[in-house]
């Protein structure tokens, strides 16, 4: 372990740096998202699945441009100047939505500044979240033992900014007033401004490796030529060429054949895309060869994760607004504050869990990184068998205790931490240097099909008491409207179009066949998925230790 006379938190200076980099892009990200499908829902007025479908599709778009970040960090701008690019985008993002929401009632204007300010955001994240990510590993040597202690102290600066974003920005935006949703996404912005600036002026002193080299000043396949590896790969204009055919081949098959709506038929096809140009790169040895196998299935496992998880931003939104108990000493707490509970539950927890590797480690009996993930699953559904026990039976219109909100996001946490922060940590451990921003990149592509999935599950939400309460008063009693939705009474022509017009849903959504007829069932969908993927990856990392050549 190299020793730093710069230190700080037993890591180098670096980290620090990094670490509060990130906090105030987390700030950014999160203080949108907490406020971003009640914007749409609450201004826009647009309907709980319209606002989960767009929720899925930018937060899995916002995962699949890493790809193009980090390949262009790898080959020709370096991290540094990748990662102020992209937090000037991301604020031009934000601002633009603050444009959007300051003219919420002219829905003809507002909605195309919102997808303009979408897509800033998604490119500049895919410029700034695979390569700030790829830097930490770099401060450390191969041998060095701290980088998952690292990692999982990185994650506190995400989650430090996601427990301080809707606080500020669901204060400032979630009041009750669709006016006021202009603030939240301003005071985004000038978090992002901050982050960035804190970045490019302080960079030159503090991001650099134990010999004081600087880090990601040159791309990366130039410092991995320099010090002697192969510079071939990182994909050049054969396997682009290769990944192109796979990519229109893939999608054409998704949108055409198999009918997924555009955004989702792109993200799924460039993942498979993705992985087909990276294991067909020549340049790499049976070394790297296997140890990206094993990124692969990792990053496949890590989808079930996120999909269930993020549900925090939609699903769990719309729970927490209309079946939980707000009520506190008199004081009705804003929905967009409970995206809060995780997020401190990390900062205070990652701490513990880092020290608990870092003892296990000494006495050599950490797990490895796999089966730490594969915990994190199975914690995952414990999270959502404890709500679904809460809802079970419970009636429309009635709300339940935060406690049972609060539960679920603090179990979560630990599931989180069990394989987020090892996840970033086990991508450094086994790329090659000659192309590390675009496999973090990779590792993100994992999230951008979570999250797009995350939507679609979404709109599994059955149908709550506000949309009961909007069928009576357009004329839907409660014995036809719960015949309609049962499938027992057949829906009139007028029925069918005063539902079309106010967005009522005339029949329960279906799950691989089954109908989600009550939040029990809902919340169920996700304890079997997430629990039976946790078991299968602990199973297989037994036989895919081997192939990740010690560095586990």
């Not at 090659?432 to 995350?454: C, E, I, T, Y």
Request: glycine share 12%.
């Amino acid at each position: 372990m190299q020793k730093n006379n710069t230190e700080i938190w037993g890591h180098p200076r670096g980290l620090a740096l990094l670490f509060f980099t990130e906090m105030w892009e987390r700030f950014s990200y999160y203080g949108m998202r907490a406020i971003f499908t009640l914007y749409m829902v609450q201004a826009l007025m647009l309907s709980k699945g319209k606002a989960s479908e767009i929720y899925g599709s930018y937060t899995g778009l916002v995962y699949l441009t890493p790809l193009i970040g980090g390949y262009v960090a790898d080959r020709y701008w370096g991290n540094r100047k990748s990662i102020t690019f992209g937090g000037a985008m991301m604020a031009l993002g934000q601002f633009l939505l603050f444009g959007s929401a300051s003219m919420y009632q002219n829905v003809g204007a507002a909605v195309p500044l919102m997808w303009a300010g979408l897509c800033f955001l998604m490119l500049g994240n895919g410029f700034f979240k695979p390569n700030i990510s790829s830097m930490i590993g770099q401060l450390y040597t191969t041998e060095d033992k701290r980088r998952d202690a690292a990692y999982t102290i990185f994650y506190m600066g995400i989650n430090l900014g996601a427990f301080i974003a809707p606080l500020v920005c669901g204060t400032l935006g979630d009041t009750g007033n669709p006016g006021d949703f202009k603030w939240g996404f301003l005071a985004a912005g000038i978090g992002m401004i901050l982050g960035t600036v804190l970045f490019h002026t302080q960079k030159e002193k503090y991001v650099t490796t134990p010999n004081g080299e600087a880090i990601g000043a040159l791309p990366n396949q130039a410092v991995s030529a320099a010090s002697g590896a192969s510079q071939e790969g990182g994909l050049g204009a054969a396997q682009l060429a290769l990944g192109g055919g796979v990519l229109v081949a893939c999608f054409l098959l998704f949108w055409k054949v198999l009918h997924f709506d555009a955004i989702g038929a792109l993200i799924y096809s460039a993942t498979i895309a993705m992985l087909v140009t990276i294991l067909t790169d020549k340049s790499l040895s049976k070394i790297e060869l296997d140890r990206i196998i094993v990124l692969c299935v990792s990053a496949f496992f890590v989808i079930f994760f996120w999909a269930a998880f993020e549900q925090a931003g939609a699903s769990l939104t719309f729970f927490a607004e209309e079946q939980t108990n707000r009520n506190l000493l008199g004081f009705t707490i804003p929905t967009s504050y409970f995206q809060s509970v995780n997020a401190v539950a990390v900062v205070l927890l990652a701490p513990v869990t880092a020290a608990i590797w870092v003892a296990l480690q000494k006495r050599k009996s950490e797990p490895n990184s796999l089966i730490k993930q594969g915990l994190g699953l199975v914690i995952l559904a414990i999270g959502y068998a404890v709500i679904a026990i809460g809802v079970n039976g419970l009636g429309q219109g009635v709300k339940v205790s935060m406690l049972w909100l609060v539960s679920v996001y603090v179990i979560h946490t630990i599931g989180e931490l069990c394989l987020s922060p090892i996840g970033l940590s086990l991508v450094s451990k086994l790329s090659p240097l000659r192309f590390v921003s675009l496999l973090f990149g990779f590792w993100f592509l994992a999230n951008s099909v979570a999250n797009k999935a995350a939507g679609q599950l979404s709109a599994l939400y059955p149908p709550s008491g506000a949309e009961y309460k909007l069928a009576r008063e357009n004329g839907f009693d409660d014995t036809t409207y719960t015949g309609i939705l049962a499938g027992t009474i057949q829906a009139t022509p007028e029925q069918v179009v005063v539902a079309k017009e106010k967005e009522i849903p005339l029949v329960f959504p279906s799950f691989l066949g089954s109908k989600i007829t009550n939040l029990y069932e809902f919340f169920m969908v996700f304890v079997g998925m997430a629990g039976i993927a946790g078991l299968i990856l602990i199973g297989l990392s037994f036989p895919l230790r081997k192939m990740m050549h010690g560095a586990d």
